[in-house]
């Protein structure tokens, strides 16, 4: 966490908003709470566009669900993670090659689009392999894949391989499960294209000509970890996957620059945190925590929301400690 000179907002200084959707700006069908009216008001003053690790939709097909929920977006404004597989995989194919897909809609539009040829079966001797996530994906597709994949020369790309993926009625299995099935039957990895890898990133600052972006994530360990790869501001906001816990222990390539508690926050001032010379007191608004030995200690808890967490975040990462060798009030993750 950056120390601050002034309660400037997470906007001040940013030409470009770089928004995830699931669990930032939709749960399934669903809009989060204040993340529309907050991203309108946001675009009012900078370009807003959004990235998506989820494979199976279009870029259209997402920009008509944006505008349902009652943003402003057109498909140009949506990076999806097989666009970004596009570009990786131009590198390892020639153009026009036939390309075995696992998934849906979204990735054979984009590999259309690109001159690819598609097919679903091993037996048209495929050129690469291509994965990513679509509900209806199932046994049979996967074991295509493996048996494809059996020759280890053949290229195999995956979207991305997030565990989950946050639905109106939970968090559930995400590309990544169908990966590691694929992955258990062949002995090897494939090459991401999506979050926390860069290329998805960099599809996503070229289109829009970013100089200062900022990216919105919810997922500590590909929103964040990505945009720290890609060396691009980030925002953890606590709607979607990860929480105050998991954030408490993020290790420092998973440590956003803001913590938000929804995107309202976006606008908002946000207050400078003060650490001590020794670093073992953060001051953040009215809360204060300090680093007692061992404790993680409460000493004011302010309103006992944010700004409590910020400071408890900026005690224990700066401590150089792992979390499980600190004892942290229940308080400051419940």
């Given at each position: 966490m950056r120390r601050r000179a002034d309660a400037a907002t997470p906007l001040d200084g940013v030409d470009v908003v770089l928004a995830d959707l699931d669990g930032v700006v939709y749960a399934g069908a669903h809009a989060i709470p204040h993340a529309v009216e907050s991203l309108n008001a946001a675009a009012a003053s900078v370009r807003v566009g959004y990235i998506t690790n989820n494979a199976s939709r279009t870029d259209a097909m997402v920009a008509e669900h944006l505008r349902e929920l009652g943003l402003r977006a057109?498909?140009?404004?949506?990076?999806?993670?097989?666009?970004?597989?596009?570009?990786?995989?131009?590198?390892?194919?020639?153009?026009?090659?036939?390309?075995?897909?696992?998934?849906?809609?979204?990735?054979?539009?984009?590999?259309?689009?690109?001159?690819?040829?598609?097919?679903?079966?091993?037996?048209?001797?495929?050129a690469a392999v291509i994965q990513g996530f679509a509900p209806e994906?199932?046994?049979?597709?996967?074991?295509?894949?493996?048996?494809?994949?059996?020759?280890?020369?053949?290229?195999?790309?995956?979207?991305?391989?997030?565990?989950?993926?946050?639905?109106?009625?939970?968090?559930?299995?995400?590309?990544?499960?169908?990966?590691?099935?694929?992955h258990t039957a062949v002995g090897r990895l494939p090459v991401v294209a999506g979050k926390p890898e860069v290329p998805i990133f960099t599809e996503a600052v070229t289109r829009f000509g970013a100089r200062h972006p900022l990216f919105i994530g919810d997922r500590l360990d590909t929103d964040i970890l990505g945009s720290t790869r890609a060396g691009i501001a980030s925002v953890l906001v606590l709607t979607g996957i990860d929480r105050a816990k998991q954030l408490l222990a993020a290790v420092t390539d998973q440590?956003?620059?803001?913590?938000?508690?929804?995107?309202?926050?976006?606008?908002?001032?946000?207050?400078?945190?003060?650490?001590?010379?020794?670093?073992?007191?953060?001051?953040?608004?009215?809360?204060?925590?300090?680093?007692?030995?061992?404790?993680?200690?409460?000493?004011?808890?302010?309103?006992?929301?944010?700004?409590?967490l910020r400071a408890a975040c900026a005690v224990i990462w700066n401590s150089g400690r792992a979390i499980y060798g600190l004892n942290v009030p229940e308080s400051l993750y419940r």
């Amino acid at each position: 966490m950056r120390r601050r000179a002034d309660a400037a907002t997470p906007l001040d200084g940013v030409d470009v908003v770089l928004a995830d959707l699931d669990g930032v700006v939709y749960a399934g069908a669903h809009a989060i709470p204040h993340a529309v009216e907050s991203l309108n008001a946001a675009a009012a003053s900078v370009r807003v566009g959004y990235i998506t690790n989820n494979a199976s939709r279009t870029d259209a097909m997402v920009a008509e669900h944006l505008r349902e929920l009652g943003l402003r977006a057109q498909p140009t404004d949506v990076v999806t993670s097989p666009q970004a597989a596009m570009t990786v995989l131009n590198g390892l194919v020639p153009p026009g090659s036939t390309v075995l897909v696992v998934g849906g809609d979204g990735l054979v539009d984009e590999l259309q689009k690109a001159g690819f040829a598609v097919t679903r079966s091993a037996d048209d001797a495929p050129a690469a392999v291509i994965q990513g996530f679509a509900p209806e994906v199932g046994w049979a597709q996967l074991a295509e894949a493996s048996y494809a994949l059996a020759d280890n020369a053949l290229p195999w790309v995956a979207t991305n391989t997030d565990w989950t993926i946050p639905q109106a009625r939970g968090i559930a299995p995400g590309n990544g499960t169908l990966v590691s099935a694929v992955h258990t039957a062949v002995g090897r990895l494939p090459v991401v294209a999506g979050k926390p890898e860069v290329p998805i990133f960099t599809e996503a600052v070229t289109r829009f000509g970013a100089r200062h972006p900022l990216f919105i994530g919810d997922r500590l360990d590909t929103d964040i970890l990505g945009s720290t790869r890609a060396g691009i501001a980030s925002v953890l906001v606590l709607t979607g996957i990860d929480r105050a816990k998991q954030l408490l222990a993020a290790v420092t390539d998973q440590r956003p620059t803001f913590i938000l508690d929804d995107l309202r926050g976006l606008s908002a001032p946000y207050p400078p945190t003060e650490l001590t010379d020794d670093g073992r007191s953060a001051t953040v608004g009215r809360a204060r925590v300090v680093l007692d030995g061992d404790d993680v200690v409460i000493r004011r808890g302010g309103d006992g929301g944010i700004d409590l967490l910020r400071a408890a975040c900026a005690v224990i990462w700066n401590s150089g400690r792992a979390i499980y060798g600190l004892n942290v009030p229940e308080s400051l993750y419940r």
